[in-house]
């Protein structure tokens, strides 16, 4: 099936339909197809793949709730036996009960997944995950983004992977075959600064709404599990061309794990690219909240006593860190000796321990120059592998970013200037001064999910203001992949990575092009929406 | 501590004064005669002329075409390799407002939004340099009948009169759905909610407000046949400032731009129209235009709407990018407006979305952000394309402007300049001068005694009709 022929495509006529005979079931039978779903994830890797054993290890360890929500991801407890290695003995009644309400659990989720097809997405095919196969996209402009482009490319899809890319490919038997001939090939973008699946509705639909849990300091929650994978937000996002995303919890101090996602699969487990990609810290702000309703009505507030209450809360993220770092000395004492006394364990210093070791990526929101300037401060002092999320007062300080190496995802492009006298085009040009700086850098929406899909239009407007179109590119595709630490499996066409392309009539960032064919994770992914479903259903009514 | 609040005031206008007045120095850069020579010139309704020239005279476009001549002493501007357009036309927007909603009673058709505009609101200078000319400044969404807009020209740096659209039609505010209804306000025990709560109850504010407005024109016209029989010693009915802006739109003589998302309800007002003989001029938001396109074209409303802004509340959940080009298909006045500071500064990239989502031609495209919106809001005959006789609102942008690789360099109002790019780098170093010499004579700073400084604003807030979720604001 082309894309083409998914953009002609009716309403009515859905995936679940389409897949059904042969390897998904019957229609209308959820339990069947919930039983083959299961059968399929058994015979997919794509589970292990995403949650490396250390992960699946250091979850079943030390958190058991989660044990019942790894086996579902896995599909099967089989599996999830395969690769729990030092499982403790209390949790085996985990396993069983996770084992038991397993079944249940799927047939609940494809129920809800049935339901959701009237409200949230109206087809099947955006929630089941499309096959995985081989593919040749051929005659193509291939901009791989790792050297210079190529002109009647051809690329390889197998497996999920990119096999090859060239002027002449050896073409596996088999490949179904796309002639891209006019058309250009992409590497997916990404948007690293997004709250993708965890936000339906903002406003008005608090029940759609799971990005702040209650409380200050919540390093164990975990974006991850809250991503609903049959969001409208995703498929509206990636037939626009973002294929991943960067899923950010956003309350009190420590907010959470970030995940990043591919933007397609049926749980949040054939999503993950990697579930538990980096801590989220609101860094204490030095200015009065903006931007939003009725901030002209707050009350002046005296600056020291701001900056005394930031400092308060930097003493708080501080000392569970300390607490998370003498936790995991303790830990690791106690598995060369255990003669030692044994110490509790506590899944809330344990979900900060590979951050405070420097392990994995900690993102400190900040954006004035006082606040990016403590945070990297904070970072330095705590030795955490910084990155600064929002940022748009960096252009500011590009020598100490510069000379710490700390990444910015910037998320201001398209926001109004901080400042009445900043130049009016300050944030549209804040990206160019960065890369002038050699300052590493990638351009986020921010926004939660509904307008992540505008990203290569930020990246467009950064462009308008003095960064490279190929730059520009970059700054959405190769930049978030290596700031995230994932560039060997994500932003380029290169022979290895991930499948996630964009085939297009025109420049990927221009706003008339089209998108003609998408990859995600090797699976073609039909460009349908709950938008263009809508519009197919209203567009000729006379 | 009164002196210290005097102090602080007069701080900060001496922090904010000079700077805008520097900005605003230049802008407003008069000259009688002006040709913008050899540029693409999307004239809108003649089409797209190549390597041609605009000349203009006296704040009005005196010539379009090749080889124009102007007098020894006119302003030129090389424009080779650049594209004339007309200034951009923004039909929903409550920039320079000073309060937007007067949320107290359901029908607010007595409060106006001419009564607080703010001409230093340095949004406006952002959206010039947007290549926007034009705004229709609307009352809030709080009320089924809200307040009356005002239309106006960005004369950023000149006194508040110059910047009235001369004969612009009249307009008011309408509301329909979850604003008007008050859905996001807190429920207060014991606090009276304000009627109405329900879509019932704002269909029946409305048709009650136009039953009075009915019977208040039968008295004056009653009262004004009987004054020209020659009636003596009548006594004039009593004035009513709410009904009066009815009356208007029941003559005829005042636009309707109604806030709406949900199909229901825009069938509703065009019933209610219908019935009492008025027309919608607008329906704004309209986000569900597109499944009862053919009702809004039969009824000879226009529709003014987001490119793609969708999901932020329930309400807004069916919205689609394809709205604009459904509405326009069937023969809908369709225009892309901003409800935003922030995206009223790149409408040019909203509007070039309905050629990504609904294929809408390249000249179908720039009219909604052009002539469209000059005819929803009775100013065609002034603004909205480029041709003789025309008011001279023009911005020159460095490519095409529904690229989003495109810039505006010059951005022209009634001949005058108001906003240019090279003139804009060129402050920028005396700016930042005087800004240090401002930070210096701050009495506060450290070391120096004196109070305590204030904790900065947070980002100014863009103004629009909803109060969204900010995901990214912990």
């Known amino acids: ?542 | 501590m009164r002196k210290f609040i005097a102090f602080l005031i007069l701080f900060s206008f001496a922090l904010t004064l000079p700077l805008s007045q520097a900005l605003a120095q230049k802008a407003g850069d008069k000259a009688d005669e002006t040709l913008i020579r050899n540029a693409t010139v999307l004239t809108i309704t003649h089409g797209t002329l190549q390597d041609a020239d605009v000349l203009i005279r006296k704040g009005k476009i005196a010539g379009v075409g090749k080889n124009l001549k102007a007098s020894a002493n006119a302003r030129v501007i090389d424009a080779t390799g650049k594209y004339v357009m007309p200034g951009i036309i923004d039909c929903h927007s409550h920039s320079m407002l000073d309060a937007i909603n007067e949320g107290s009673v359901a029908v607010s058709s007595m409060a106006h939004t001419r009564d607080v505009l703010n001409p230093t609101d340095v949004d406006l200078y952002r959206e010039l340099a947007g290549g926007v000319t034009t705004l229709n400044l609307l009352h809030g969404s709080a009320n089924p009948i809200g307040g009356l807009n005002t239309v106006v020209k960005i004369k950023y740096g000149r006194p508040v009169d110059e910047f009235i659209f001369p004969g612009a039609m009249p307009g008011i505010k309408f509301a329909l759905g979850e604003n008007p209804k008050r859905s996001s306000n807190p429920v207060i025990p014991g606090v009276q909610r304000r009627y109405p709560v329900t879509r019932m109850g704002v269909e029946e504010v409305i048709r009650d407000a136009f039953t009075r407005a009915r019977d208040y024109k039968k008295a004056w016209d009653e009262y004004n046949a009987a004054v020209k029989r020659g009636d003596k010693n009548l006594i004039p009915p009593r004035r009513d400032l709410q009904l009066e802006p009815l009356v208007e739109v029941l003559e005829g003589k005042r636009y309707v731009h109604s806030h709406c998302y949900r199909a229901d309800e825009i069938l509703m007002l065009i019933n209610i129209a219908n019935e009492f003989g008025f027309k919608v001029k607008t329906f704004q938001h309209v986000l569900e235009g597109y499944k009862v396109a053919k009702e809004i074209a039969r009824h000879g409303a226009g529709g003014s709407t987001f490119a793609d802004f969708w999901g932020y509340k329930i309400e807004a959940y069916d919205a689609i990018p394809y709205n604009t080009a459904i509405m326009t298909r069937a023969g809908v006045v369709v225009s892309v407006n901003s409800d935003s500071d922030e995206r009223a500064r790149r409408l040019n990239v909203e509007a070039a979305k309905a050629m990504r989502y609904g294929n809408l031609s390249e000249e179908e495209t720039l009219k909604l952000i052009t002539i469209n919106p000059a005819i929803q809001l009775g100013i065609q005959e002034r603004v909205g394309s480029i041709e003789v006789g025309k008011d001279a609102d023009l911005a020159i942008w460095n490519g095409h402007p529904l690229s989003v690789y495109a810039r505006v360099d010059t951005t022209i109002i009634d001949g005058d300049i108001f906003f240019d790019r090279q003139q804009d780098l060129a402050r920028r170093s005396e700016l930042e001068k005087e800004r240090a010499q401002l930070e210096q004579a701050e009495p506060n700073r450290p070391g120096t005694g004196g109070g305590t400084p204030r904790t900065p604003r947070g980002r100014r807030p863009s103004t629009d009709d909803d109060d969204l979720w900010q995901g990214d604001e912990p």
Request: proline residues 6%; glycine residues 10%; contains cysteine.
């Open chain 1, 1 to 542: 099936m082309t894309g083409r022929d998914a953009e002609t495509r009716g309403p009515g006529d859905t995936e679940i339909k389409r897949m059904g005979d042969g390897e998904m079931g019957r229609q209308g039978d959820l339990v069947e197809i919930s039983r083959a779903v299961i059968a399929a994830t058994k015979t997919e890797e794509r589970g292990q793949a995403a949650l490396p054993d250390h992960e699946l290890i250091r979850v079943e360890r030390f958190s058991p709730p989660l044990n019942a929500f790894q086996s579902d991801l896995c599909g099967t407890s089989e599996n999830a036996s395969q690769v729990r290695k030092g499982g403790l003995p209390p949790l085996e009644l985990g396993m069983r009960t996770a084992r038991m309400i397993l079944p249940l659990a799927t047939i609940l989720l494809f129920l809800t997944a049935a339901a959701a097809q009237q409200i949230g997405n109206p087809t099947a095919q955006q929630g089941v995950t499309p096959p995985r196969g081989a593919f040749v996209i051929r005659n193509a402009h291939i901009v791989t983004l790792n050297g210079p482009d190529i002109e009647n490319g051809s690329v390889v899809i197998r497996d999920g992977k990119i096999e090859a890319v060239g002027v002449t490919v050896n073409v596996p038997s088999g490949a179904q075959t796309i002639d891209a001939r006019g058309l250009s090939v992409y590497p997916g973008m990404m948007d690293a600064g997004t709250a993708m699946g965890l936000v339906e509705v903002g406003q008005g639909a608090a029940g759609t709404v799971d990005t702040a849990e209650l409380g200050d300091l919540n390093p164990n929650a975990k974006a991850i599990i809250a991503i609903n994978p049959h969001s409208a937000h995703i498929a509206v996002t990636r037939v626009d061309g973002v294929t991943s995303a960067v899923s950010l919890p956003t309350g009190g101090l420590i907010s959470g794990q970030a995940a990043i996602i591919n933007l397609v699969g049926t749980t949040p487990q054939e999503m993950a690219v990697v579930p538990y990609a980096a801590l989220v810290i609101n860094f204490p702000r030095t200015a009065r909240r903006g931007g939003e309703f009725g901030a002209e009505q707050q009350p002046d507030v005296d600056l020291n006593a701001t900056l005394t209450a930031n400092e308060r809360q930097i003493d708080q993220i501080r000392k569970m860190m300390r607490d998370a770092l003498a936790y995991g000395l303790a830990q690791d004492a106690f598995a060369k000796d255990t003669s030692l006394p044994r110490p509790d364990q506590n899944i809330v210093l344990e979900a900060l321990v590979p951050y405070v070791r420097g392990e994995r990526p900690v993102i400190l929101r900040a954006d004035r120059e006082a606040e990016i300037r403590g945070a990297i401060k904070f970072a330095e002092e705590m030795k955490l592998k910084p990155i600064i999320l929002g940022g748009d007062d960096a252009w500011k300080i590009t020598a100490l970013l510069k000379e710490k190496d700390v990444p910015v995802i910037l998320t201001g492009i398209q926001s109004l200037p901080l400042r009445e006298d900043d130049a009016y085009d300050t944030l549209y040009e804040a990206a160019a001064k960065l890369k002038a700086a050699g300052v590493r850098f990638c351009i986020s929406t921010g926004n939660s999910g509904s307008d992540v899909r505008t990203l290569p239009f930020h990246a467009g407007l950064a462009a308008a203001f003095g960064l490279s179109k190929d730059e520009a590119l970059k700054a959405v595709t190769l930049y978030p992949a290596q700031i995230m630490g994932v560039a060997d499996r994500l932003g380029t066409i290169e022979i290895g990575k991930l499948a996630n392309l964009v085939v297009t009539d025109g420049d990927l960032l221009e706003v008339r092009t089209h998108v003609r064919y998408l990859f995600i994770d090797g699976r073609q992914v039909p460009l349908t929406s709950r938008h263009t479903q809508l519009n197919d259903a209203f567009k000729d009514r006379r």
